[in-house]
């Protein structure tokens, strides 16, 4: 039964896909690339046909996609997953805290307001 499943499923998605790749623009911006009116279906004759062979080949590819799923899934709580067996790391290490009364202290050699080095003493 999944055989049957998958087949239609593949069969369904290869012709989804052509079903959208012959179907026309709008043509605003492909007549610029060579889309013009000419089309193998005359001016707009199946634009319609193509349209409702697109919904149909895409309501088979999402009901296969949900039975596939529903054949294959897990069958309740006791099921297995891959996750069941993942081996998860530890936490690293956190860096030591400084102390909370500390506080560095700003050097002479630049002022915070300005991005010249100030003159050395002497």
């Known amino acids: 039964m999944q055989a049957l499943v998958v ?35 005359g001016s707009s004759g199946a634009g319609n046909l193509l349209v409702k062979l697109t919904a149909l080949a895409a309501g088979i ?18 099921s297995s997953s891959i996750m069941d067996n993942a081996v998860i790391p530890a936490a690293p290490a956190e860096a030591p805290k400084k102390p ?16 010249v080095p100030a003159a050395k003493k002497e």
């Open 7 to 41: 087949t239609i499923h593949v069969l369904a998605c290869v012709f989804l896909i052509i079903l959208v790749l012959l179907q026309s623009g709008k043509e605003d911006m492909g007549v610029i690339f060579g889309g013009g009116s000419s089309s193998v279906f």
């Open 61 to 78: 590819f999402l009901v296969t996609s949900l039975v596939y799923n529903s054949m294959t899934g897990p069958k309740g709580a006791g």
């Open 100 to 115: 909370a009364g500390v506080q560095f202290e700003r050097t002479d050699e630049a002022k915070p307001d300005s991005g």
